[in-house]
């Protein structure tokens, strides 16, 4: 009897001994289920870098080490694509042209910022996934992207905005397989070319001109040059002397004009400027020998206030070349009788220098173009007023080449002040 009841006792404890363990075996499996759960949660939004804890459990910690191993390697892999990505994003940002990519259904893939404002989008709101024909709007833009992407070769074209700007667009093909139902179509590249444009016309209008320029004077020169061979032996002295005074003048002029594109040429070219104390007194003294014909006989009269300021720390030659153009024009475009007010002050970090009149003034529509190469004030337009149109270009990158500024406030019929700033420190 005994021995059955011992029997029966071992039964039972063994019994309970493994309830106890699949007890806990079931614990720990459901918490290691639960732990599972979390992870596959974490994992779906794409944060790889959470771990399975650790078991006692010498089979299940066998799987841990490699699941997490298996996240690590997820982690690593995720964070280098992401670094190549912000990496690829900031390029893109930061590169000066617009670029949009097409997939092989029409719809943005990819835009950057310079693309946005290119098609006047704006910096806010989701492009990607969109249709082109719902973003572009710009007919002529839109109907190039539709019609040329999804070819075989490159092409491009020049295209106006509403705004005056003009755009180079250019349609690269692109075949990439990124995700199994998505094909890279093509690449658009949207470059302005606005400023190009404007610097070729420049250019442009600038050979015009100096030709124009070039050619008035040595034509009349060499029409009266064949008329004194020709007829040498029956021109009269008064006529033959009114002939060459004519030569005289038009040859003073093309040196001047010939002097100005040069100067002009020299200051856009000039890297190392050489600075150096000029004394306004002595400078302006100079100028004023050079004025003192013209002054007497448009019966203009010139003032210098130097308010305390004896001498500035600039290039000199470039100094004289922008208070002669300065001087000369207030003298040239002034009534009789009129006045020329030159005035100096400085303040901590600049030297000012203002030239005031009281002549024909410069109408508002006007006064943006003053400074641009040829260009003249329509009512100086006129045979009597000698000039090259150079002067105030000459001033405007005299300045520039000084780190300085201009600004202009004039008033039709009434005068003009150019005011300089030229910076102390250059």
């Known amino acids: 009897m005994d021995r059955i009841m011992y029997i029966l006792v071992v039964a039972m404890l063994i019994s309970w001994l493994i309830l106890i363990l699949y007890w806990r075996y079931v614990q720990a499996f459901k918490a290691f289920m639960k732990d599972l759960n979390r992870i596959s949660y974490r994992i779906q939004k794409k944060d790889f870098s959470v771990r399975v804890r650790k078991s006692n459990n010498a089979e299940v910690m066998a799987f841990v080490n490699n699941f997490n191993s298996t996240l690590s390697s997820l982690d690593k892999s995720f964070y280098d694509l992401a670094k190549k990505n912000r990496q690829l994003d900031a390029i893109i940002k930061s590169v000066s042209n617009g670029i949009i990519v097409i997939d ?227 003298i040239k475009y002034n009534k009789p009788g009129g006045y020329v007010r030159v005035m100096f002050f400085e303040d901590q970090d600049n030297y000012r220098i203002w030239v005031k009149d009281n002549g024909i003034g410069i109408g508002q529509e006007e006064q943006e173009r003053i400074f641009e190469r040829f260009y003249r004030v329509t009512k100086s337009r006129n045979k009597e007023v000698d000039g090259t149109g150079l002067g105030l270009a000459i001033v405007k990158h005299i300045i520039l080449s000084l780190g300085g500024d201009i600004g202009l406030e004039s008033v039709l019929g009434q005068g003009s002040i150019f005011k300089i700033s030229l910076p102390k420190k250059q």
Do not use: C, W
């Open 104 to 330: 092989i259904n029409n719809r943005v893939y990819l835009i950057n910022s310079v693309a946005r404002e290119f098609i006047d989008y704006g910096a806010s709101g989701r492009l990607e996934g969109m249709p082109i024909s719902g973003i572009v709007k710009n007919e002529a833009l839109l109907d190039f992207i539709v019609y040329n992407v999804g070819m075989n070769t490159s092409v491009s074209k020049e295209i106006r905005s509403s705004k005056g700007r003009t755009f180079k667009v250019k349609i690269d093909p692109v075949k990439m397989h990124l995700e199994k139902d998505l094909v890279i179509s093509s690449v658009i590249n949207i470059e302005d070319i606005s400023e190009r444009i404007r610097l070729e016309n420049i250019r442009r209008d600038f050979a015009a001109n100096v030709s124009h320029e070039l050619k008035t004077p040595l034509t009349s020169i060499q029409g009266f040059i064949e008329t004194l061979k020709v007829n040498d032996e029956t021109i009269d002295s008064a006529t033959r002397k009114r002939f060459l005074d004519i030569i005289d003048n038009e040859s003073s002029r093309l040196r001047i004009l010939i002097n100005d594109i040069l100067m002009l040429s020299s200051i856009e070219g000039d890297i190392d400027l050489s600075l150096e104390k000029v004394d306004l007194r002595e400078e302006n003294q100079k100028m004023l020998d050079l004025f003192e014909d013209k002054l007497s006989e448009k019966g203009v009269e010139i003032s210098f206030d130097y308010n305390g300021l004896e001498s500035i720390y600039t290039h000199r030659e470039y100094y004289k070349g922008l208070m002669i153009n300065l001087i000369s024009n207030a």
